[in-house]
């Protein structure tokens, strides 16, 4: 194959690849990062301020450390009980800050 040929082939390859990756769906984020998928999470600080205000409901903050084992033992804990789920989702704004 002449070096001009092989030059189109890459070409062609890398164009469409391009194409490929902005077409592709992103995944959203999933903003509990293990803490209850079914509770609807806020993404900034100001968004839980607005939206405590609004909804007149606390706002609770999951500040946490990913590596520290005392948050992830309180993260199992809060995420397998059903009532604390249920009370994070219908009773309080939530955001989860990870440090």
């Known amino acids: ?9 890459l070409l062609i390859a890398t164009v469409l690849d391009v194409a490929s ?11 509990s990062r293990g803490w209850g998928d079914d509770v609807l999470w806020v993404q900034t ?3 839980a301020l ?3 205000r609004k909804s007149q409901k606390p706002l609770m903050v999951i500040h946490h450390l990913e590596e520290c084992p005392h948050s992830q033992a309180l ?7 059903s009532a604390v ?3 994070a989702q219908e009773d309080f704004i939530m ?4 440090v």
């Open 50 to 52: 607005s939206k405590a």
């Open 45 to 47: 600080y100001e968004e």
């Open 85 to 87: 789920q249920k009370m």
């Open 21 to 31: 990756m902005r077409t592709a769906k992103k995944q959203p984020q999933n903003l």
């Open 95 to 98: 955001l989860n800050l990870m």
């Open 1 to 9: 194959m002449n070096p001009s040929a092989l030059l189109c082939v």
């Open 75 to 81: 993260k199992k804990i809060f995420a397998a009980d």
